[in-house]
């Protein structure tokens, strides 16, 4: 098992090949610039912030939206997901066959929505 120094000089010899790459290969950096590639990633424009701060889980089998489509959508409008019900749960999207998940939020009086509800408040 990697010991804390260890760990520290793996993270120092990695972060020197890095610095070396790329300035040993400039001309390339250089071309791909030419090539028009941006190195820099943009965060995704907020449509709203009315999930501003929100914390959102998912759980069962929404009516239209798949997972990922509804954890664009909350990211879109200021959220985030998280795989877990816990006190910091701001919101539990519901669909059918929801589990443990559901009845956990049930229990720490979490504000459970479904998907009509949901894009309701982000108005679609």
């Not at 400039?26 to 030419?34: A, F, G, N, Q, S």
């Not at 959102?56 to 664009?72: N, Y």
Request: aromatic share 6%.
């Amino acid at each position: 098992m990697m010991n804390l120094l260890q760990l520290k000089i793996l993270v120092i010899t990695q972060q020197k090949n890095i610095v070396d790459y790329f300035r040993d290969n400039k001309e390339l950096v250089y071309e791909l610039i030419e090539l028009g590639i941006d190195s820099k990633v943009e965060k995704p424009k907020l449509e709203s912030s009315v999930f501003a701060g929100k914390t959102f889980v998912l759980t069962g089998k929404l009516p239209t939206l798949t997972r990922d489509e509804a954890s664009k959508l909350i990211e879109k409008h200021g959220g985030k997901t998280t795989s877990s019900v816990s006190k910091n749960t701001s919101y539990v999207l519901a669909g059918s066959d929801a589990g443990s998940k559901l009845k956990k939020a049930m229990e720490l009086n979490i504000e459970i929505l479904d998907e009509e509800t949901f894009l309701k408040l982000i108005g679609e």
